[in-house]
């Protein structure tokens, strides 16, 4: 798990929930061992489809949890907690939406690697005055935080007005929707109709963020606003507040945010075409042990119907 710099304190709250990809166990003193987080029921299921990867099951089920089909179809199940993810029928079909997982995962995570530049570059660009004092033009004072009570930042408005797509934008637009094997229209149903200017402050913008990245929530939050309104300026000495100017790796972080947010809704129509293709013959885990428990003559092949339809209905509720 990787945190974005410099930290955040959600992750250590007393309801907050982590789901390791691996455990750490100790089966003879002194003997440590990592594993694959699976159930036996899991296991079981991997074997029973002749998968060779058991991490394969994790980023599935990061993928299915982004699909917005899946979104959509299991509001209720999410905003509780606890969705009922499908299992694909085929190694391959598994192998499929694992790797879509894993792109997502590559794009979540701040520590990783990726860095969308070129074509994803003019995507929250970075507009300067020219000949800038970097000391000034990279302070945020447009309103994004202000101080609560005792330690707590309360977001504020900033500045972020809206506006069309410029011409040579939409062509860009185009350019990076073909790379990703959508038309312009697909890219401006997923991004936005409109984009926003992010200022920093009277001088100095962050350009064309669209309006779906500026929008997007985690948990309930916009993720941009929200990062804004910890690093608003202040020189009040006891203020939660920034006492400085953002660093330029930091005006650059927030631009490597816009765009892997924006990857990520351009993921979307891959996403749900993973997620319907599993669909119709899709199983959950205790009808996939049951099959396991019958091949293995654990459980009678003429088990009663009604044990049969209770495992069917578990499994596919969502």
Known sequence: MALSPPGCSGVTRRKAAHQPLFSIGEPLPGKIEIRDNLTQAATNYLLQIACGAPTDLFFHALSVMHSPLFRSENTGALMSDWPRIPLPATAELLSHSAALGRRLAEILDSESSINLAAEWSFLAALKLPRDPDLEKALK?????????????????????????????????????????????????????????????????RWSAVPVHVWNYTLGGYQVLKKWLSYREFTDEPTSPLLHRALRPEEAAYFAQVVRRIAAILLLGPSLDTSYRAILPTATGLVEAEMAHAASHELLPRNAPSTVRDTSRRSSTER
Request: net charge negative; proline share 5%; charged share 20%.
């Open 140 to 204: 945020l004072t447009a309103g994004w935080g202000h101080k609560g009570q005792g330690s707590a930042i309360n977001p504020g408005r900033g500045l972020a007005p809206e506006r069309p797509w410029a011409e040579a934008e939409r062509e860009k637009l185009s350019a990076l929707a073909a790379i990703q094997s959508l038309t312009l229209a697909d890219a401006l149903t997923l991004l936005g109709e409109t984009s926003v200017d992010v200022h920093l402050n009277g001088d100095a």
